[in-house]
């Protein structure tokens, strides 16, 4: 999850059974906070809006779109005021042999003056001369009503990207308490140490916090069947809080080398030595999104930094 980036930045959501709270900054697709339970993001005008799209019906996605004002659409090449961007965006999309669309929904925002914000992750694969192909897209979209009719007024939407074809498992429900009071870093960072310089383990060092969504996904990872007896048998982790506006324990993150305070991008990643020598420090954000990253990237990991035998 990267906290600085181009659009929009949605604040916190502490509690996964709470409606999310979120209010715009500037980046070009929000980060994932943990937000409600599925069964509390129905929103019929996205169903509508993803019907659309599954069938490549642009006339039917252009009526969805705002255009008196024109809808804004942020990419990461610019706004374009044109209400036929996305419309046409995800009609050539559908036109690319579309399949198992999705539209998950990571937070729902209720904002002044009747707009809905929301939070998506888009996935599906498109036809290529290698076959059929798994991509992602992260965005966000404004909704407003107009009249009995519901408009989108504004979108931000990352490029296509490739999604891998396995996925991490996503946790049913987050734990709201996977990472401790920021306060406590230190000690328990001491008390890991002490452990693996008596079972000869590496201690992982997971900056995060219990907002995010990949956050979540990253630790449902290592507990899962295929990955958690590797981390079990080599190493001791421990959740760093960075808090709730992402300003805590950063000259900690500074210590051990991840880059946190120009852009907050979480989960970021140390691997400590038993004498607290870093042995792997995080800086491009490998692990930031978990969208982008499978069960191969995670256990690649954890074999490259773990005890040498």
Not at 42 to 55: G, N, Q, S
Not at 128 to 137: D, E, K, L, M
């Amino acid at each position: 999850m990267k906290i600085n980036h181009v659009v929009c930045v949605f604040a916190l959501s502490l509690c996964w059974q709470a409606a999310a709270v979120a209010q715009s900054a500037s980046r070009p697709v929000a980060p994932h906070r943990v937000s409600v339970p599925p069964s509390a993001t129905a929103f019929e005008p996205l169903d509508r809006w993803k019907a659309a799209v599954i069938a490549g019906n642009q006339t039917a996605l252009a009526a969805l779109y705002a255009t008196a004002p024109p809808a804004q659409t942020q990419t990461p090449r610019g706004t374009t005021a044109d209400p036929g961007e996305e419309p046409r965006f995800w009609s050539v999309l559908a036109a690319s042999g579309l399949s198992d669309f999705q539209a998950k929904v990571l937070a729902v925002e209720h904002r002044q003056g009747g707009a809905v914000e929301l939070v998506l992750r888009v996935g599906g694969k498109i036809q290529t001369n290698s076959g059929a192909q798994p991509f992602i897209v992260e965005m966000h979209q404004r909704w407003m009503r107009e009249g009995r009719d519901w408009r989108i007024v504004a979108t931000g939407r990352d490029d296509l990207a490739a999604s891998p074809t396995m996925r991490l498992p996503e946790p049913a429900e987050p734990n709201i308490s996977l990472y401790p009071p920021p306060d406590g870093a230190r000690t328990e960072i001491r008390a890991a140490l002490a452990a693996a310089a008596a079972d000869h383990k590496r201690v992982i060092l997971v900056f995060g916090a219990n907002w995010c969504y990949d956050c979540h996904v990253l630790d449902a990872a290592f507990h899962s069947k295929e990955i958690a007896p590797l981390v079990n048998a080599n190493y001791h982790v421990v959740h760093i809080n960075v808090g709730d506006d992402g300003d805590k324990n950063l000259d900690l993150a500074e210590n051990y080398g991840v880059p946190l305070r120009q852009a907050v991008r979480i989960p970021s990643l140390a691997v400590l030595a038993p004498d607290g020598k870093v042995v792997f420090s995080q800086k491009q954000g490998e692990f930031d999104d978990s969208a982008r990253i499978g069960p191969a990237d995670v256990i690649e990991f954890l074999n490259k930094w773990k005890p040498r035998s």
